[in-house]
């Protein structure tokens, strides 16, 4: 019986933690969307998915009660903690479920189920703190990070096995962000782009941008960072305008930039990746800044430039280089597509965490052992 059970295909259950579109897979079929990171990784763990909304329609009076005094991610975590036992492993797509469902689980050795939880930042003070308090290290079977600063804080801070983290690039689905699915345009005007709200330094952009030869079109919208937009409190020069763009426009803008600017505050994670890595697919070079979250997708006169954050001198300076020489942004462009298609597209990124939880999932097996005998 035992036997039988470690060749079965493992039974996962991966969260989410917003409520998913129902119409999400059409809006895939019909090209208006990228495909999401939780359904590639579900179709390649043959995982269930559970989302704030699922978690909702079962939570009965004591979930509400959770979700009332917690929030919705407690209660994602609440309806994990009640489900483990049908499950080989739950992974957690944030530790803003992942933590309180490791405050549920006594120890990582309870029960049979692995728990791999993403982490995206572990190293403000609140989480470091959680975290070290009720020794939550020992309840979470392996951890995936996005970013060296992070691997590092999480393996020499919180003294998590190196073994047992992931550090994985992000992820973005090359098939929709690709240079051969849009035009660009060809009105002779330079024009830069950039997008996104998490921990961006507009201000900083837009004082580069007033004596730039180039219109910079800020898309400040997110489909998923709760950020508020801060352009409105700006002066913006005439060259600059500010949009708020769908997936396909979207892309349609990567289409007719130059080159994508990346500004940022300076952070300790991975802010502004998905923005980076949707205009590289586009063949886009990055002006990046440099913060210490964010050196592990850019390479520096590669792929893209690298320059100190809040300096607004530096970023006008590299702007005005990449736009006096095209030759240098379109061989850019070339390596940066190329480096997004060989390690950042979204099912390359599903087949690497697949295997990384099915290892989490082996090295529960003593346990599921002694739990069938």
């Known amino acids: 019986m035992t036997s039988s059970r470690r060749t079965a295909v493992p039974r996962v259950l991966l969260t989410v933690s917003g409520t998913i579109d129902p119409h999400v897979r059409r809006q895939v079929v019909d090209g208006v969307r990228p495909r999401p990171d939780y359904l590639v990784l579900a179709d390649a763990m043959s995982a269930d998915i559970l989302d704030c909304a699922a978690a909702r329609a079962g939570a009965g009076r004591l979930g509400r009660l ?13 309806t994990c903690f009640r489900r483990r036992a049908r499950y080989d ?44 308090l009720f020794g939550l290290g020992r309840r979470i079977d392996a951890i995936v990070v996005y970013s060296s600063w992070q691997e590092r804080f999480v393996t020499r801070d919180l003294g998590f096995p190196a073994e047992r983290v992931l550090r994985s690039p992000f992820m973005v689905d ?19 782009a950039t997008a996104g709200l998490e921990r961006r330094d507009y201000e900083t952009l837009v004082a580069a941008a007033r004596q730039s030869a180039a219109r910079v079109v800020i898309a400040a919208a997110s489909n998923w960072s709760k950020r508020t937009d801060t352009t409105p409190g700006l002066e913006l020069p005439a060259n600059v305008e500010v949009r708020s763009l769908s ?18 505050e300076d952070v300790e994670f991975q802010a502004g990746v998905t923005t980076i890595l949707e205009a590289m697919a586009m063949g886009k070079p ?31 300076n590299a702007m005005a280089q990449l736009l006096a020489d095209p030759q ?5 462009g070339e390596a940066a597509r190329q480096y997004v298609e060989r390690d950042c597209d979204v099912e390359v990124y599903a087949k690497e965490l697949t295997s990384f939880v099915a290892g989490a999932i082996a090295s529960r097996q003593p346990a599921r052992a002694s739990s069938t005998a």
Not at 328 to 332: A, D, L, S, T, Y
């Open 66 to 78: 959770i979700e009332r005094l917690a929030g919705a991610h407690a209660l994602v975590a609440w």
């Open 89 to 132: 492993a739950i992974v957690t797509d944030g530790e803003q479920v992942g933590l309180p469902l490791a405050l549920l689980w006594r120890s990582r050795h309870q029960g049979a189920t692995a728990h791999v939880m993403i982490a995206h930042i572990l190293s403000v003070p609140k989480k470091r703190y959680l975290v070290r």
């Open 328 to 332: 240098r942004v379109r061989v850019m």
């Open 247 to 264: 997936f396909v426009p979207l892309r349609q803008l990567y289409a007719d930039a130059r080159f994508v600017v990346m500004p940022l």
């Open 174 to 192: 090359t098939a929709f962000f690709t240079p051969g699915q849009t035009a660009p345009a060809s009105d002779g005007e330079p024009m830069v």
């Open 286 to 316: 990055v002006v990046c800044s440099r913060t210490r979250g964010q050196t592990d997708i850019v390479v520096d006169g590669v792929t893209g430039v690298y320059v100190p954050p809040g300096d607004a001198n530096a970023l006008r």
